[in-house]
């Protein structure tokens, strides 16, 4: 069966269940990896597999992961893959009732807090990474006078240009081209402010 190519996230359950630390965890793990069972999981979390189990099952109650085919002759092992090419999860989908604002807001912050922690790994470990991706990596910060049209702009060509990468690089995978390509996380966050 395809995957979807990318999973709106509209309902508080399922919100609820991707909004968990571990789960998160799991997920992104597994988006990453692509398929995997719990007991790799559970290694790269240093939890249970028993507990790892639980969440997986968790996410997949929800269509956020789903059974994959398995990879060793082990028919106790069950793996997992995401069962899209992504989530997306947007403000204006939680904005009808509290306990959904509420629930979007605590979401969000945790997916904050998380790709907060990615980053900090990032800058521990970065001499490790040496010299030609230390210079490759960026962060940096604008401070723009956009409308909220040109904003809504920008990201859309933001997104077009993630798009434009993340299918070439996957292509050019498939096709042999492996040698130094990395798994690499761009986080942006555009948002209005005052002074």
Do not use: C
């Not at 997916?111 to 907060?116: A, D, G, M, S, Y």
């Not at 230390?134 to 006078?145: I, K, Y």
């Not at 240009?161 to 690499?184: F, I, N, P, S, W």
Request: glycine fraction near 4%; hydrophobic fraction near 40%; proline fraction near 3%.
């Amino acid at each position: 069966m395809p995957r979807e190519e990318n999973r709106k996230v509209t309902d508080l359950g399922t919100l609820k269940a991707l909004a968990h630390p571990l789960r998160m965890k799991l997920y992104r793990l597994l988006f990453v990896a692509e398929t995997a069972t719990a007991s790799h999981l559970a290694e790269q979390v240093d939890e249970a597999v028993s507990l790892v189990s639980y969440h997986l099952r968790k996410l997949a109650e929800h269509g956020l992961i789903e059974a994959a085919e398995p990879r060793s002759g082990d028919a106790r092992e069950r793996w997992w893959q995401p069962a899209s090419d992504g989530v997306s999860i947007r403000d204006e989908d939680f904005r009808d009732a509290p306990e959904k604002v509420t629930a979007h807001l605590a979401a969000s912050r945790l997916f904050l807090e998380q790709r907060v922690e990615m980053y900090r790994t990032y800058l521990d470990e970065r001499l490790h990474w040496g010299r030609e991706w230390n210079d490759a990596a960026f962060d940096s910060e604008s401070l723009l006078r956009l409308t909220a049209a040109e904003l809504a702009e920008l990201k859309k060509d933001v997104h077009d240009l993630l798009t434009k990468y993340d299918e070439q690089g996957r292509a050019r995978e498939a096709a042999g081209d492996t040698e130094g390509r990395e798994h690499v996380a761009l986080h942006a966050y555009a948002f209005p402010f005052r002074v």
